[in-house]
């Protein structure tokens, strides 16, 4: 149960709530649905960043800035009507629910990072850059973020920056047996073509042991190949995710299905492309 | 042909409930109410050593804390059945044993919600850890006695040994089963295992209570069973019947997890303590794991057959999961074989054997189905086992071996609820007309032909498409034991009062019974202001159970109806001065026959007949009060058609097509006839493929939010088509019968049959889940 | 506290503490059309429009939303005035237990106001956050069908 006495503060710019989020205790509000489910009463106070003006998506010559306000419906809507963003609004409107999505912020959710969020995945194949302010000012990959276990520091997410250029084949996706589940994990992959070559590629997993794991050796093996069906038989030995079993699935049934839908999804880029 | 039955009319409630403008419990909210908070048990076995609330009392706000250390010792049962309740009584409200991760420690009646939530902390228990019984079918052999010495017993005659952990035990036969099954040319044994599941109806179970004006408890509850609830906490809270009045307001479903009582007597012990009103509201966390759910079972059906298909012999052995305690553990044991074993009622050695046994798990109760769920699992299974092995088309052995109108089955009079049954005739059904007409529109051959094993469109193909069916009966009522009553009296501008017992719980029951008496009484549906479930207002009804409202309730509705129109008649006559056999009714008015040689006399209306009674000659109220028991529970029947897609890389199975035919007699509405069967065929699929409780090692619940348990979204739903084919039940209202209940029964066993289909393989174990299915593709057949 | 908020198209001042949710604030303040069937944001009972967008207000803290524009379901039609599309789900069968109701209205109303003739699949999308387990969807779904099609024949949008 959050504490009755909790404090709301309402910055009007970024230093101030910088500066308010050093004490301990007291922590930035966006949409509030993480906060709600933790329900932590060590929690005194609330900087909520409504007035903060990180309610934006920009586009730059060669960047979209989308501010960390931003809801996961505001850039599936964005993405609709500027025919751009498409893979992570893809894998952003296969989240939560219609009315979860309109609270759900990109900065939450990046803070947060639960083993089922359906971000991280697109914006690590996405190679996604983001600004935080506080502590570690600066620039970063999402993925260095995540992995510089930089998330605990005090700091707030001031947007992330995506690549303009979409030339690449990407294909996204969330497993759960229902539309309103927890995943229990999510795919995405993105290759860059040259004609039937391979330029670059990434393939991302969330929900596994340490949750995300990129599999670099198989990046690796993809580029500079042609595309062929026949790459899916070889690639299926760089493809191991390591799960941690639930009272649902053993780690072994979900380490197959993932194996199975990552090679479906690369297949089906395959066959798109050829 | 009818005028107001069988017509798609709007609910009543209709409006108010799209508007937000009904009232359910939660949303009464009374001066100076206490808030109640519930401190659970998170031990699966423990005994409370003491209770310390010393600091909780302390706390500003607090006022009052109830466990076992001054509430009384009463045993008694939550089910709310008949009484005596053929479930022993073996709950007392605060004990000092718990029996399962969610049992009731203590309660804590604070200003607020929040106060009463923190005050929970502040309250230290002493418990000694007891071990635990986590797995039913250890149960019966177990040293571990999980009544012990609590003083539980039956209260109606019948076997109840505590001592071994049976909660329920149950023995029928018919003709001799063993004798017959060695004697057969083929047999099949299998065993079949269906989980526990949630009723989720969307509103959480809550109830809030005060004193009235002069001194008596009033109690609003979201239950199925108000006439229940007010027995009940008069023998628990000391309270005499006439201080109770119990109030079911609009309730938000049901489905079977409403029908106990659970919260009524601890708001009823704290008003009644304190004079204040109070309230309790589960959190959903809570309706998982401290309410009801459906029973766990473990069903062995041996089956003797001749090589042309003949059952001979059929054994069902169930084992029932009662959980901590036995609600309902006797009834739900003995529906699991009187609602399956008289379908094939040409068996002529039929035997049943169950028991059901206590666990530290959560507990059992009603829930829609009400055993015929768990043990169709097995029976449309094997029924197609033994058409797979005599090569018979199902369709045809149903239509050849299935009760007909006209026939009997030993097994009504053999598996009674508590006692004995009740024999009668089957003389209402179009069940052949169901399976034609559902064959035709799921395209039960043709597919039958593309699909199978070895089909070119199967073989060596990763997804794999069949098609299966399943054929269900259940019940309308229990016979000679349920009883409603109905009550009407007409108003001088020609409306109705109609006050019924019966519970609507969003069923709609209030437009139906609205539309019987209408139909009775040629006026429309609009003139009759509907009270129901008001123990204070309305008569006696059993409540919302057994599939029993419209069937039974319904009639009760008729008959009663039926003599209004006497007096409405007689009145008129009068008022026509013509004699009583020239008259009729006729929309809203009373008319003199054209058959009689005074039809130029005119016709009067109901308006100026209630006026006249009240006012001008021979005064006197027109009204009626009318009880009915039905000497029959006369089965609806359904048949299922499914056609999924199984994933054979992930175990995922989808389902793609949905067909039911379904015979309830009369449907009284349409529209909502078609809603119950559609909601219950939704929750069937989804319970068959997706609905479980996962349990720690310690017997605790891990998946207990909906977005753990898994409830479908419209984003989820295959395509279902329901179609109504009618019989004619002359002892139900109109010839209805019931459809409430039937429709969970199918998806699993059709689900499964269709899976075998498709892969040559059986589910023996629900729910189908991706992991499990794959492990059944991967074995040996 | 006393915060205000505009409910219903009305200036309010509601007592509050700052942690309570939205939904506890709402009901505690009399809007008791505005249900709670899990409090987790998962059953989409306690819906309500915030500035216009469909939320759940058991997931919003209401200081967070102090002074917007809120609407519940008795903001979106009456017994006496009732919207389109409750007229539609009452004559469908779309209700059964009711207790779903105002969420499925919030929710169908969000969505026919934004798109009057979604097609299937953004009806199936526009409704993802609302469980039912009376009706099992399929009269639900008709009626938002249906309401679409009223509107798209009257050639107006959900109001």
């Known amino acids: ?274 | 042909m009818f005028k107001y039955i069988k017509k798609p009319i709007e609910k009543i409630d209709g409006l108010a409930l799209v508007t937000g403008n009904e009232k359910y419990t939660d949303d009464f909210y009374f001066e100076n109410m206490l808030h109640i908070s519930i401190l659970h048990s998170g031990y699966a076995h423990a005994k409370i050593e003491d209770i310390d609330d010393s600091t909780a009392l302390r706390m500003p706000g607090v006022v009052d804390v109830l466990s076992y250390k001054n509430v009384k010792q009463i045993l008694y049962t939550t089910a709310g059945q008949g009484y005596p309740e053929p479930s022993p009584y073996d709950t007392v409200l605060f004990g000092n044993v718990m029996r399962f991760v969610g049992d009731n420690v203590c309660a804590v009646a604070a200003e607020t919600k929040e106060i009463a939530d923190s005050a929970l902390k502040k309250i230290k228990v002493k418990y000694k850890r007891l071990k635990p019984i986590l797995h039913f079918e250890e149960s019966e052999n177990s040293k571990i006695i999980i009544h012990k010495d609590d003083g539980a017993f039956p209260k109606i005659p019948v076997y109840y040994d505590a001592s071994k952990n049976l909660a329920a035990k149950v023995e029928a036969e018919v003709g001799n089963f063993e004798e017959a099954f060695q004697n057969s040319e083929n047999k099949i044994e299998q065993t079949f295992f269906t989980q526990y599941a949630s009723h989720c109806a969307l509103e959480p179970h809550a109830a809030v209570s005060y004193i009235d004006t002069r001194g008596r408890l009033v109690i609003i509850s979201t239950t199925q069973v108000p006439f229940h609830v007010r027995r009940i906490v008069s023998h628990i809270a000391e309270i005499p019947i006439s201080k109770i009045r119990v109030i079911k307001p609009r309730i938000g479903g049901g489905f079977g997890g409403k029908q106990e009582v659970l919260l009524e007597p601890i708001v009823a012990l704290v008003t009644w303590k304190t004079k204040r009103p109070a309230k309790l509201v589960y959190s959903r966390k809570e309706v998982f794991k401290s309410s009801r759910t459906r029973h766990e079972y473990r069903t062995i059906f041996k089956v003797g057959f001749q090589k042309d298909g003949k059952i001979n012999a059929m054994h069902l052995d169930a084992l029932e999961n009662s959980g901590a305690y036995g609600s309902h553990a006797l009834t739900v044991l003995s529906n699991a074989g009187s609602k399956t074993l008289p379908l094939l009622n040409k068996i002529e050695n039929l035997k049943f054997t169950g028991k059901g046994v206590y666990t530290n798990l959560p507990c059992g109760g009603a829930y829609r189905g009400y055993g015929a769920t768990e043990a169709y699992f097995g029976f449309g299974q094997v029924v197609d086992m033994v058409c797979e092995a005599s090569g018979n088309d199902i369709i045809e052995y149903y239509k050849k071996w299935a009760i007909k109108s006209g026939e009997t089955s030993p097994i009504f009079k053999a598996l009674g609820e508590g006692k004995e049954g009740v024999a009668m005739t089957v003389t209402s059904t179009s069940l052949n007309e169901c399976l034609e007409v559902g064959a035709r529109e799921s395209g039960w051959y043709e597919k039958k032909k593309l699909y199978g094993v070895n089909s070119t469109l199967n073989k060596n193909n990763r997804y794999k498409r069949g098609i299966g069916m399943a054929d269900l009966m259940q019940g309308s009522a229990i016979p000679e034991i349920d009883m409603a009553s109905a009550y009407i009296k007409m108003n001088d501008d020609g409306s109705f009062n109609l006050n019924v017992g019966a519970t609507d719980l969003g069923t709609g029951s209030d437009t139906i019974l609205a539309q019987i008496a209408s139909e009775v009484l040629d006026t429309p549906v609009d003139k009759f202001i509907v009270t129901s479930s008001d123990t204070d207002f309305t008569p006696f009804d059993t409540g919302a159970y057994a599939s029993s409202t419209t069937y039974l309730s319904g009639q009760a509705v008729l008959k009663c109806a039926k003599q209004i129109k006497e007096q409405i008649l007689k009145v008129g006559a009068e008022m026509l001065g013509v004699s009583l056999d020239e008259v009729d009714i006729l929309d809203s008015n009373v008319v003199v026959k054209p058959s009689s040689n005074n039809e130029n006399k005119g016709e009067v209306s109901y308006q100026d007949i209630c006026s006249y009674s009240f006012y001008q000659n021979n005064q006197f109220q027109i009204q009626a009060a009318v009880s009915h028991v039905s000497p029959k529970s006369p089965p609806p029947f359904a048949v299922h058609f499914v056609e999924i897609e199984v994933d054979t890389f992930t175990g995922i199975i989808k389902v793609l097509n949905y067909v039911a035919t379904v015979d309830c007699g009369t449907p009284i509405n349409t529209t909502l006839a078609e809603g119950q069967a559609e909601g219950a065929i939704v929750n069937g699929i989804s319970y068959a493929l997706f609905e479980n409780y996962y349990f720690s090692n310690h017997g605790k619940m891990l998946n207990d939010t909906f977005g753990k348990y898994g409830m479908y979204t419209a984003a989820d739903i295959p395509p279902i088509k329901v179609h109504l084919i009618d019989s004619y039940e002359e002892t139900g209202p109109f010839g209805a019968k019931s459809i409430s209940e039937i429709n969970i029964n199918g998806a699993l066993p059709a689900i499964a049959n269709a899976f075998y289909n498709a892969t040559g393989k059986r589910l023996y174990k629900a729910p189908f889940s991706p992991e499990y299915v794959l492990k059944i593709l991967k074995s040996n057949p | 506290m006393k915060i205000s908020f505009n409910i219903n198209n009305q200036n309010r001042e509601l007592e509050l503490n700052p942690n309570q949710t939205l939904l506890t604030v709402l009901r505690n303040n009399g809007f008791t059309e505005v249900k709670c069937g899990c409090n987790e944001g998962e059953c989409g009972a306690c819906l309500v429009l915030l500035d216009d967008k469909a939320v759940n207000s058991c997931q919003v803290l209401a200081m967070s939303v102090q002074n917007k524009k809120i609407k519940t379901v008795k903001g979106i039609g009456t017994l006496h005035n009732p919207n389109l599309i409750q007229k539609i789900f009452a004559g469908t069968g779309a209700d059964q237990c009711g207790f779903c109701s105002p969420g499925m209205i919030v929710a169908s109303y969000s969505l026919l106001k934004e798109n009057s003739s979604p097609s299937d699949s953004e009806i199936l999308e526009g409704l993802d956050g609302n469980l039912c387990r009376c009706t099992g969807y399929i009269k639900i779904i008709e009626a938002v069908r249906r309401s679409s099609s009223v509107l798209l024949k009257n050639n107006v949008e959900a109001e």
């Open chain 1, 1 to 274: 149960m959050l504490s009755e006495n909790l404090k709301w503060y309402f910055p009007s710019s970024l230093p101030q709530a910088v500066k308010l989020i050093q004490k301990p205790g007291i922590i930035l509000h966006a949409g509030g649905t993480r906060i709600l489910k933790t329900q932590s009463k060590n929690i005194i106070g609330l900087v909520d960043i409504s007035n903060l003006k990180l309610n934006y998506i920009k586009s730059k010559t060669n960047s979209f800035h989308i501010g960390a306000a931003i809801t996961f419906n505001e850039l599936i809507k964005y993405s609709k009507e500027n025919n751009c963003l498409k893979m992570l609004a893809a894998a952003l409107s296969q989240a939560a629910s219609t009315p979860l999505r309109n609270r759900i912020t990109i900065g939450g959710s990046l803070k947060d990072f639960p083993l089922w969020s359906n971000l991280y995945a697109p914006l690590i194949a996405l190679n996604a850059m983001m600004e935080i302010k506080g502590n570690k000012s600066g620039i970063y990959s999402v993925e260095e973020y995540v992995s510089e276990g930089m998330i605990k520091s005090k700091h707030i997410i001031k947007e992330i920056i995506l690549p303009r250029k979409e030339e690449f084949a990407w294909k996204v996706m969330r497993f759960a047996l229902l539309k309103f589940e927890y995943p229990l994990f999510n795919i995405a992959i993105s290759l860059k073509l040259n004609g039937k070559m391979i330029d670059d590629s990434r393939l991302v997993i969330t929900g596994v042991r340490n949750r995300f794991k990129r599999f670099k050796k198989a990046e690796k093996f993809l580029i500079g190949k042609n595309l062929s069906l026949n790459l899916l038989n070889e690639i299926e030995k760089f493809v191991e995710p390591k799960f941690v079993s639930d009272y649902k699935y053993s780690s072994s049934y979900k380490e197959t299905i993932a194996k199975v839908y990552f090679k479906d999804l690369l297949s089906e880029i395959i066959k798109e492309n050829l």
